[in-house]
């Protein structure tokens, strides 16, 4: 396998993949459902994605010089390549919190996860995520070539990478996955100490009548 071809072989499972998952959560019971609208609008972020960041890549490897000759192309390639995977990834952390929430008993929480909500929620999470990549149209430029400004913008864009696009959401989805996963085990006890409520209940009964 040549290196030319992995761009292309990783473009063509990225795009089955994210295609496979649109076809499954277009599904009416899981359209239906909070969680599965926020991961099908992360799969359609995940789509566009692969297919944006990828094939501009290919183009840059066939000697395209596009994004180092215009200044808008590179600053429009830039802010996505940056938006999509990131508004991608706090809709996930959205459906994992969306998970989170009902694991609740309180009926009042329980009402934070139902489909209208993830409509309004959704949009706001994708215009969160437009505005704070937004700093990429400003301070990204072709100097000779296509990438963030040198000095205290080079800085900032190397943190933001790894705290806004991968510490803090990474973080925040092992969080909410370890409290979900506590809540469905206290959820469990509560069943079982009720059960056995019922069962002494009913035995207790049983002896009074018998008596």
């Known amino acids: 396998m040549t290196q030319g071809a992995l761009p292309f072989i990783l473009l063509f499972i990225g795009t089955s993949n994210s295609v496979g998952n649109l076809i499954t959560f277009t599904s009416k019971q899981l359209r239906s459902n909070s969680c599965g609208f926020y991961i099908l609008c992360m799969t359609i972020f995940e789509l566009l994605t692969i297919s944006f960041g990828l094939i501009s890549r290919i183009a840059d490897q066939y000697g395209s010089t596009l994004v180092n000759q215009s200044r808008m192309y590179c600053k429009i390639r830039s802010y996505f390549v ?43 999470v994708i215009i969160l ?12 430029d072709h100097q000779p070539t296509c990438g963030p400004q040198l000095g205290s913008y080079g800085l900032f864009y190397s943190v933001f990478l790894i705290v806004i696009g991968g510490v803090l959401p990474n973080f925040l989805l092992v969080l909410f996955g370890f409290w979900t996963i506590r809540n469905v085990k206290a959820s469990r006890r509560r069943v079982v100490a009720l059960q056995y409520l019922q069962h002494k209940q009913k035995r207790d009964a049983q002896l009074v009548l018998v008596n």
């Not at 991608?88 to 929480?109: G, H, K, N, P, Q």
């Not at 704070?132 to 400003?138: E, F, K, M, N, V």
């Open 82 to 124: 940056l938006c999509f995977p990131t508004t991608a990834t706090y809709l996930l952390l959205m459906a994992a919190i969306d998970r989170y929430i009902s694991t609740f008993v309180s009926v009042r929480c329980r009402a934070f996860i139902q489909l209208k909500v993830a409509h309004r929620m959704a949009p706001l």
């Open 129 to 140: 995520c437009m505005v704070i990549c937004s700093h990429t149209l400003i301070f990204v």
